[in-house]
């Protein structure tokens, strides 16, 4: 492994909102996640900087462009 694993407060700067919005997602199946120790009440979550760049990537749209 190349580059070191975010935790969910760095992803959370990131994206600008808070880090229970990051969990939250990860919970929903929403945000791709490495797991890393899951037990009854908490588990231990990091991100792969790849794995984010490419959530928003395949959420990056463009807006048409007018003409008159």
Do not use: N, Y
Not at 43 to 67: G, K, M, N, Q
């Amino acid at each position: 492994m190349d580059e070191p694993l975010l935790t969910p407060e760095q992803v959370a700067e990131i994206f600008a909102v808070k880090p229970q919005t990051i969990r939250d997602a990860v919970w929903r199946g929403k945000l791709p996640c490495v797991r890393l120790w899951t037990g009854r009440k908490k588990s231990l979550i990091r991100f792969r900087r790849a794995d984010i760049e490419a959530f928003v990537r395949e959420r990056t749209t463009t807006v048409p462009t007018r003409t008159s």
